[in-house]
């Protein structure tokens, strides 16, 4: 029975009904409804948290949510790119720009000496002014010789992947390896999230012709707003 509840009250999202920012009927209006117990309605309500349609606040009761922006993994592209396909507008929000030196991590990634200067770009990408995601990332300085680093104001106004395009800066290929973890306090607040919060690390090595590394970056996805997709083949 709470399956059924469920995908009622999932086709009610789906068609407009109850729209983002919207309060589902409580457990006491299913109950009386449907004539179920409240273990009934709560474990419907869960279902549809669980799918990431609503979220369960106390004092609010099950607010329906934005729907997940989906990203397919079988191509590069940026985040502007992924945005406009589904119709939302991307902006961006630069905190800094500078030459750091690069961890251990990153320097693997790039395969260049540890400590070695990197350009470190850090930033909040958003849709429809939503913060969506927090960007960190590492690019060599080589890639600047010709055109100078970027402004702020520049970064602010589009997507870096366009800029470097125009730099004459092309990715060739990456690869890309993605994780559960926590929000923590300065991405919560990046993201305007309370902790804790779920969000789908991403971490992502492209190059450009030659398989010569160019870039690292580090972002966090807000997981009830994100999903990834994968095309599979049997071999």
Not at 102 to 117: C, D, F, Q, R, Y
């Amino acid at each position: 029975m709470w399956s059924q509840i469920a995908d009622r009250l999932r086709r009610a999202i789906e068609d407009g009904t109850f729209k983002p920012g919207d309060a589902l009927p409580g457990e006491a209006e299913i109950n009386k409804r449907f004539g179920v117990s409240r273990s009934t309605s709560r474990a419907a309500l869960d279902h549809l948290e669980t799918e990431g349609l609503i979220k369960r606040r106390s004092g609010l009761g099950s607010i329906v949510i934005e729907p997940r922006v989906e990203r397919s993994l079988n191509r590069l592209s940026s985040f502007s790119e992924d945005m406009r396909l589904r119709g939302l507008k991307p902006t961006y929000r630069t905190k800094s720009i500078r030459l750091a030196p690069a961890g251990p991590t990153v320097a693997t990634e790039l395969k260049i000496e540890s400590n070695a200067n990197v350009v470190e770009i850090d930033r909040v990408l958003l849709a429809d002014g939503t913060p969506m995601a927090t960007s960190m990332t590492y690019l060599l300085p080589s890639l600047f010789d010709a055109s100078g680093m970027p402004s702020i104001d520049e970064l602010d106004r589009g997507s870096l992947y366009t800029w470097l395009r125009n730099a004459g800066v092309f990715f060739a290929g990456g690869d890309e390896r993605i994780e559960g973890a926590l929000a923590d306090a300065q991405t919560a607040r990046d993201l305007g999230v309370r902790q804790p919060a779920a969000v789908l690390v991403c971490h992502r090595t492209s190059w450009a012709a030659g398989k010569q590394p160019v870039e690292h970056v580090v972002l966090h996805y807000l997981a009830d707003r994100y999903s990834f997709h994968v095309k599979l083949a049997q071999q």
